[in-house]
């Protein structure tokens, strides 16, 4: 494995939880859907006039579908990363960079906090 520059180190150390606000579901096939409330004065005008939905659903791939329920706040990135190693492999592979941009993309969007 290549070594980590301290910045990735210190990301990957990072313990996520997730938003308590967020309603999450997993289908018979365990891919996870995000249900956000779109909420909100310009989000309530979208929604009257534009016919907006007052719900967006976020479909997460496998990996992320994987990785949804362990995200429990004690867990950090790297023992996530493990699990995820041992459950999908090589498939995986780059893990740890991919881990990270999923968990950037879930941080934008106040999917989730950090420990």
Known sequence: MKKKTSQSENFLE???VRS???NWSADE??????EIENTGFFNRIAQKIFRKPKFSYVHLDKTG????PLIDGK???????ELVKERFGE???PLYQRLAKFFQ???SYHFITFK
């Open 29 to 34: 096939d365990g891919l996870v859907t995000l």
């Open 105 to 107: 993309i879930l941080d």
């Open 14 to 16: 990072k313990v996520p």
């Open 75 to 81: 867990k950090d990135i790297i023992t996530l990363g």
């Open 91 to 93: 498939e995986a592979e």
């Open 20 to 22: 308590s606000y967020l």
């Open 65 to 68: 579908s994987f990785v949804w």
